[in-house]
């Protein structure tokens, strides 16, 4: 057994891709859309594009790893990742949009430029699809075509479709096709409490409040998608369905005692929902989670939780809340110039958490090295033990859990 842990193969399961500049002009239809945004090269960087909103105005800066396989490729190399798979960026997936012909062409537009992305590089990269969730009809067209043409292995929803609950039973066909074609599902936070209408919950999530709306609303819009997910039958009909949730699961295995509890304490309220208690859900429902915790105590509540045969890698590349060091080791810079508000850099990579956590009592020291800027101590003054991992566990999560969710074993 050898200190820190490293991989024959690494597939990171949680990634993400814009549009690329190609596409500007094949969606200038749809800028009437008010969410609408769409990439265009940039004037002045030729390395970089900006996303543009429906009215032409530049909202942010982005590199060409979101859309240039080459640079990811480079990227995986540095990394170690031996296969990426590719999830549209989840603004761009149209929820928003109420006309079935246009949701529809602007998922077919996203999905064959990801199915470009990976035919590129074909041991590189694996894409999934996006889908327009408000036409359940024309979804599982699009479904299927992504499967059959594309050679898709699943598809990425957000966690609400404008607003509706995704264990809507307007949305079940949609999962039960998905569950008869044997196609995984990545379910991505996007909306709902990260972007509310209502005035007073608009201030309290507001974007300047230290980015509440990713680092909270985006855990919060999991574990109510994982609930109403579970509560709506979903996972009870389709057992067999393969569903992925990002971030760790977001807050639900923090919250999974809690949601068991309140059926004990208040069953008249539980009536006509499913019959399978959180727990018995995550043990005989293909429920499945990647690794993105930050922490190691929140990894090690997902791993009691799910299991290592559940958990698989995810880095959320290319975006700055990724396991991926933004920081550069000299300077102690980002990109942006910002300098690190930490004494050291985190020195952090995709399978970070997994590669570096200890086995046996004689990495214990060497682990925490990889853990600096973690305290040593808990609160209470009392010294802290990292989690331990087998180096079973460590190959199932970096490799094999991502080839089962999507269905390649």
Known sequence: MIYPYKPAEKWDVHTHTTLSPATFDRLSKFTAYEKF???????AKPCCAVMVNSQGEVQREIEDNAYEGKVRVHDCDTHGVTMQVLSPTP???????????????????????????????????????ALPMRFPDAAIREMA??????????????????????????????????????????????GGFMAPEEKMLQNRMNLNRN?????????????IAFDSMRCSGVHERLPD?????????????GLIGRLEHGAYCRPDLFEKRSQLDPYATVRECA?????????????????HTLGANRIA????????????????????????????PYDQIKGIYPGHMIENLPGPDTDMEQ????????????????????PRLTDEQRQRMLSGTAKEWLGLT
Request: aromatic share 12%; proline share 7%.
């Open 37 to 43: 945004v769409r990439i265009r090269a940039h004037d």
């Open 91 to 129: 603004m761009m997936i149209p929820d928003y949009v109420d006309n079935e012909r246009d949701a529809a062409e602007i998922c077919k537009i996203l999905n064959d430029d990801n199915a470009r992305l990976a035919a590129e590089f074909p041991k590189r990269f694996m894409a999934l699809g």
């Open 145 to 190: 075509r992504a499967r059959d043409d594309l050679g898709m292995r699943g598809v990425e929803i957000n966690t609400n479709v404008d607003g509706m609950d995704i264990g809507h039973p307007f949305l079940y066909p949609i999962f039960e096709a998905a569950a008869n074609l044997n196609l995984a599902v990545f379910i991505h936070p996007w």
């Open 211 to 223: 980015w509440r709306p990713w680092l909270i609303g985006m855990g919060m819009e999991t574990a």
């Open 241 to 253: 369905l393969r569903v992925l949730y990002a971030h760790g699961g977001g807050a639900f295995t």
């Open 287 to 303: 429920v499945y989670s990647d690794s993105l915790t930050h922490s190691p105590w929140g990894f090690e509540t997902l791993l």
């Open 313 to 340: 890698m995810g880095s959320d590349y290319p975006y700055p809340l990724g396991e991926i060091d933004p920081f550069d080791s000299a300077t102690k810079s980002d990109p942006k110039g910002n300098g690190c």
């Open 367 to 386: 682990a925490w090295k990889k853990f600096a800027w973690i305290p040593h101590e808990d609160a209470g003054g009392n010294p802290r033990s990292l």
